[in-house]
């Protein structure tokens, strides 16, 4: 924002910024053909515009900072890209585009050696110019019609319509000037039509849109006072056609204008890009590099792959020897996720979406490059930095949803005015000055309601929607004070407290009877006592020929675990959760009734915690370790994202799992939060503490659960792997060795021969407009048709 501005002043930038003036670059050739000094004016205005390599500023626009982070994105996303023809033509534009401006400054015209190495990118780069002129979009002039900005995004296929109808205009222009030579109107007339016919394709199609309304407006002045002999007549009727054309384009284009504010709000979001960047990637290794160095025995503490050491809290395991850390990069690292927390936090809900996505892709490139450092203790804290980022990401991920309603609740009324405006807008073939007036006035209104879809979208924040979120179920008002705030008297239903219950027929007399759907059928069966172990011949490994009879003992072993009801420890702890959680729905249904007394429901609390006593429960602070009460420190915890091969058909039940810890981790952090803010009218300080007590040690049961399946899941891959070793029947051929080389060469080779046949097919194809002669297009045509058949029989054998 500009300083010391006045309200109508930031009222008219606003506007302009939403809907550009391009008609005072058009009225300024008309100046200047009226005064003869046109030609003075473009020979400057060319030399102005010629690019000095030297004075270029080496600062980054906000498109080219938003570009680098969408590659970023898509280089650091986890998830498998194919590779198809549009992505290779955007790489090709950006490489092309990248050269084009670092060969001023390396000087690589003078070498002559290159000419033979880019003819075949500088015929690709004819053939997508020669593609554009034919109105063909593809790369980044390529937009979703619900993201196309009208007023700044070019139509190539729609610019095209106006070259001819200019051509005409622009004889007829030369017609009229022979019989009146010098006539400056006529004279201004071809001028600005002749610029509107030589703007770039790319030129946004509103600007095109405002010369042809310029040149409407001035052959008015012509039109008035000539004969029907020396009109311009359907020349300037085609134009005009061609803009009422245009304006129901625009009028069209109004029903994606939130969608291209929203854009607009990620593109300010990816500006955050750059300072991330420095700080996760530079400041970072700058700090940890020269504590290490100092200690370079120092080492994370307890971090491994696995888990961190405080989850194992008074179990001997070898995670839980503790080695001396930094104390130095413990309280930067603290710092450093506070500032993180802050960013996501202090965020609008127009620009959370993208921030949360741009701390994603860090947390993924932080860990694809763990293995990079040659020092472990560096690897390790790396580790911890990966994976506290990426754990941000996913509580925040799971309270998006929040952030998500109060946009579509806040987008709702504006989108629907939006909605009546295009019902009440209207635009036809008028003449110049009530179709000027009309879009002006038009222009007007939606500036208005974007403006006020700005102010909402911008000024809310996301911190104040998860406080407001709080607040609800919890407060009796929406005061946030202390003095004001009291707890809830009713208690909401099963389905609000329990949206994931299923209701199941108790008895004879029909009860409803509300119990959680069992992720133990999902599990799959691991042991296949019908398995033939193979072993290999000439091998000498002891541990290979033995794998049946470890097999065995294995299977021994597991028989054994079981217990007087005749199934596992597992098996049985599931179990007795399970009637315990039966047991305490069934309850607070009972308590919910209208004769349950305070004595009843003061007894159901007693009966509860001994209840969890009972089963290994405790209350005690020092029972659980002080890093569970610190977020910072759950977002350690391993991802538990991995859900491939035997486990990927249990994906959704994962995913369900990783969900409800991530609602514990909330309800607790809200539990602490109301008991520090506003206490309770039904329990004394000692039953909290108990409370609070015993949903600590449950969350501390939840974290080494969510380590163990971690472990467990990675362990499956690992022995899936190994297993697929021994699923060969018969014998195994010599050299397996050598031959999995081979077979690992030969695959690299195939996928890099797929690609290069698909590059070649793709020049072929752009630059086949650029061949004129008949038999030569024949020719092309058949080469393409034939390396199009081979690409598709590699993609067959890839696939």
Same mark, same amino acid.
């Given at each position: 924002?500009?300083?010391?501005?006045?309200?109508?002043?930031?009222?008219?930038?606003?506007?302009?910024?939403?809907?550009?003036?391009?008609?005072?670059?058009?009225?300024?050739?008309?100046?200047?053909?009226?005064?003869?000094?046109?030609?003075?004016?473009?020979?400057?205005?060319?030399?102005?515009?010629?690019?000095?390599?030297?004075?270029?500023?080496?600062?980054?626009?906000?498109?080219?900072?938003?570009?680098?982070?969408?590659?970023?994105?898509?280089?650091?996303?986890?998830?498998?890209?194919?590779?198809?023809?549009?992505?290779?033509?955007?790489?090709?534009?950006?490489?092309?585009?990248?050269?084009?401006?670092?060969m001023?400054?390396?000087?690589?015209t003078e070498?002559?050696?290159?000419?033979?190495?880019?003819?075949?990118?500088?015929?690709?780069?004819?053939?997508?110019?020669?593609?554009?002129?034919?109105?063909?979009?593809?790369?980044?002039?390529?937009?979703?019609?619900?993201?196309?900005?009208?007023?700044?995004?070019p139509?190539?296929?729609?610019t095209?319509?106006?070259?001819?109808?200019?051509?005409?205009?622009?004889?007829?222009?030369?017609?009229?000037?022979?019989?009146?030579?010098?006539?400056?109107? %006529?004279?201004?007339?071809?001028?600005?039509?002749?610029?509107?016919?030589?703007?770039?394709?790319?030129?946004?199609?509103f600007?095109?849109?405002?010369?042809?309304?310029?040149?409407?407006?001035?052959?008015q002045?012509?039109?008035?006072?000539?004969?029907?002999?020396?009109?311009?007549?359907?020349?300037?009727?085609?134009?005009?056609?061609?803009?009422?054309?245009?304006?129901?384009?625009?009028?069209?284009?109004?029903?994606?204008? %939130?969608?291209?504010?929203?854009?607009?709000?990620?593109?300010?979001?990816?500006?955050?890009?750059?300072?991330l960047?420095?700080?996760?990637?530079?400041?970072?290794?700058?700090?940890?590099?020269?504590?290490?160095?100092?200690?370079?025995?120092?080492?994370?503490?307890?971090?491994?792959?696995?888990?961190?050491?405080?989850?194992?809290?008074?179990?001997?395991?070898?995670?839980?020897?503790?080695?001396?850390?930094?104390?130095?990069?413990?309280?930067?690292?603290?710092?450093?996720?506070?500032? %993180?927390?802050?960013?996501?936090?202090?965020?609008?809900?127009?620009?959370?979406?993208?921030?949360?996505?741009?701390?994603?892709?860090?947390?993924?490139?932080?860990?694809?490059?763990?293995?990079?450092?040659?020092?472990?203790?560096?690897?390790?804290?790396?580790?911890?930095?990966?994976?506290?980022?990426?754990?941000?990401?996913?509580?925040?991920?799971?309270?998006?949803?929040?952030?998500?309603?109060?946009?579509?609740?806040?987008?709702?009324?504006?989108?629907?005015?939006?909605?009546?405006?295009?019902?009440?807008?209207k635009?036809?073939?008028?003449?110049?000055?009530?179709?000027?007036?009309?879009?002006?006035?038009?222009?007007r209104?939606l500036?208005k309601?974007?403006?006020?879809?700005?102010?909402?979208?911008?000024?809310k924040?996301?911190?104040?929607?998860?406080?407001?979120?709080?607040?609800?179920?919890?407060?009796?008002?929406?005061?946030?004070?202390?003095?004001?705030?009291?707890?809830?008297?009713?208690?909401?239903?099963?389905?609000?407290?329990?949206?994931?219950?299923?209701?199941?027929?108790?008895?004879?007399?029909?009860?409803?009877?509300?119990?959680?759907?069992?992720?133990?059928?999902?599990?799959?069966?691991?042991?296949?006592?019908?398995?033939?172990?193979?072993?290999?011949?000439?091998?000498?490994d002891?541990?290979?020929?033995?794998?049946?009879?470890?097999?065995?003992?294995?299977?021994?072993?597991?028989?054994?675990?079981?217990?007087?009801?005749?199934?596992?420890?597992?098996?049985?702890?599931?179990?007795t959760?399970?009637?315990?959680?039966?047991?305490?729905?069934?309850?607070?249904?009972?308590?919910?009734?209208?004769?349950?007394?305070?004595?009843?429901?003061?007894?159901?609390?007693?009966?509860?915690?001994?209840?969890?006593?009972?089963?290994?429960?405790?209350?005690?602070?020092?029972?659980?370790?002080?890093?569970?009460?610190?977020?910072?420190?759950?977002?350690?915890?391993?991802?538990?994202?991995?859900?491939?091969?035997?486990?990927?058909?249990?994906?959704?039940?994962?995913?369900?799992?990783?969900?409800?810890?991530?609602?514990?981790?909330?309800?607790?952090?809200?539990?602490?939060?109301?008991?520090?803010?506003?206490?309770?009218?039904?329990?004394n300080?000692?039953?909290?503490?108990?409370?609070?007590?015993?949903?600590?040690?449950?969350?501390?049961?939840?974290?080494?659960?969510?380590?163990?399946?971690?472990?467990?899941?990675?362990?499956?891959?690992?022995?899936?792997?190994?297993?697929?070793?021994?699923?060969?029947?018969?014998h195994?051929?010599?050299?397996?060795?050598?031959?999995?080389?081979?077979?690992?060469?030969?695959?690299?080779k195939?996928?890099?021969?797929?690609?290069?046949?698909?590059?070649?097919?793709?020049?072929?194809q752009?630059?086949?407009?650029?061949?004129?002669?008949?038999?030569?297009?024949s020719?092309?045509?058949?080469?393409?048709?034939?390396?199009?058949?081979?690409?598709?029989?590699?993609?067959?054998?890839?696939?």
């Open positions: 924002a500009v300083k010391d501005e006045t309200e109508k002043q930031k009222d008219e930038r606003k506007f302009r910024e939403m809907f550009p003036d391009h008609s005072k670059e058009f009225r300024e050739i008309i100046d200047a053909a009226e005064n003869d000094s046109l030609e003075d004016d473009i020979e400057k205005e060319t030399c102005a515009s010629t690019p000095d390599f030297e004075k270029t500023s080496a600062v980054l626009t906000v498109d080219q900072i938003a570009l680098l982070c969408s590659l970023h994105e898509s280089i650091f996303n986890n998830s498998l890209q194919a590779v198809d023809q549009a992505c290779r033509l955007q790489t090709f534009q950006y490489c092309y585009n990248a050269a084009n401006l670092i001023p400054a390396v000087k690589w070498c002559p050696e290159l000419d033979s190495e880019t003819v075949n990118a500088h015929i690709m780069g004819l053939g997508i110019v020669s593609s554009l002129s034919r109105g063909v979009c593809f790369g980044s002039e390529s937009l979703e019609p619900e993201k196309v900005d009208f007023y700044n995004n139509n190539p296929k729609e095209l319509k106006a070259n001819k109808r200019l051509g005409v205009l622009l004889t007829r222009v030369g017609q009229l000037l022979r019989a009146f030579p010098g006539n400056s109107v %006529l004279a201004a007339v071809g001028q600005v039509a002749e610029r509107v016919q030589k703007l770039d394709i790319k030129t946004p199609l600007k095109v849109l405002t010369g042809l309304e310029v040149i409407l407006r001035k052959a002045e012509w039109e008035e006072h000539a004969s029907k002999h020396v009109v311009l007549g359907e020349s300037l009727k085609s134009i005009s056609s061609l803009v009422a054309q245009w304006r129901k384009l625009e009028l069209a284009s109004w029903a994606s204008l %939130l969608n291209v504010r929203d854009e607009r709000f990620k593109k300010q979001a990816m500006q955050h890009w750059i300072p960047y420095r700080i996760l990637m530079k400041d970072f290794v700058n700090i940890l590099a020269e504590d290490v160095n100092k200690n370079d025995q120092c080492a994370l503490n307890g971090i491994t792959e696995n888990s961190p050491a405080w989850v194992w809290k008074g179990l001997h395991l070898d995670v839980c020897r503790k080695r001396q850390t930094i104390q130095k990069f413990d309280v930067y690292f603290t710092k450093l996720m506070k500032t %993180l927390d802050g960013f996501l936090l202090s965020s609008s809900i127009g620009e959370f979406s993208q921030r949360l996505q741009i701390i994603k892709s860090f947390s993924h490139q932080i860990a694809k490059d763990l293995h990079t450092f040659e020092k472990i203790s560096v690897e390790s804290y790396r580790r911890k930095l990966s994976r506290s980022i990426y754990g941000l990401w996913q509580h925040y991920y799971h309270l998006s949803a929040i952030v998500d309603k109060s946009y579509h609740e806040l987008r709702s009324p504006i989108e629907s005015k939006l909605k009546d405006e295009v019902k009440l807008a635009w036809d073939e008028q003449s110049y000055y009530s179709l000027a007036e009309s879009s002006y006035k038009n222009h209104k500036c309601l974007l403006r006020d879809y700005d102010e909402i979208v911008l000024e924040r996301v911190s104040v929607i998860f406080e407001e979120n709080f607040r609800k179920g919890v407060r009796e008002n929406d005061s946030a004070s202390k003095e004001e705030s009291q707890p809830l008297s009713s208690v909401p239903n099963q389905a609000v407290m329990f949206p994931n219950l299923i209701i199941r027929d108790q008895s004879s007399d029909s009860k409803e009877k509300f119990v959680g759907d069992s992720i133990l059928i999902y599990l799959p069966t691991l042991r296949n006592k019908s398995r033939q172990w193979t072993i290999p011949e000439n091998t000498t002891k541990y290979v020929i033995g794998m049946e009879r470890y097999s065995k003992k294995m299977e021994k072993i597991m028989r054994n675990q079981v217990n007087t009801e005749g199934c596992s420890w597992a098996k049985l702890g599931f179990k959760a399970d009637a315990i959680s039966d047991a305490l729905f069934e309850r607070i249904g009972h308590l919910r009734s209208d004769k349950a007394t305070k004595q009843m429901k003061e007894r159901a609390l007693v009966d509860l915690f001994k209840t969890l006593k009972k089963n290994g429960l405790s209350s005690m602070k020092w029972v659980v370790p002080s890093e569970i009460r610190e977020m910072k420190n759950i977002l350690e915890l391993p991802f538990g994202n991995k859900v491939d091969t035997l486990l990927q058909k249990h994906a959704a039940k994962f995913q369900e799992s990783e969900t409800y810890f991530q609602r514990c981790i909330v309800e607790l952090s809200r539990f602490r939060m109301e008991v520090n803010a506003i206490g309770s009218a039904y329990m300080q000692r039953e909290i503490m108990l409370m609070i007590g015993f949903c600590e040690h449950l969350m501390l049961i939840l974290c080494q659960q969510r380590c163990s399946l971690e472990t467990v899941t990675t362990h499956i891959q690992n022995i899936e792997v190994m297993l697929n070793f021994f699923d060969i029947k018969g195994l051929p010599k050299f397996q060795i050598t031959l999995s080389k081979n077979v690992s060469i030969f695959e690299s195939l996928r890099s021969a797929k690609e290069s046949i698909g590059q070649i097919y793709l020049l072929l752009t630059a086949s407009p650029l061949v004129t002669e008949i038999k030569k297009c020719h092309l045509r058949d080469y393409i048709a034939k390396i199009e058949g081979c690409s598709d029989r590699l993609k067959s054998c890839t696939s």
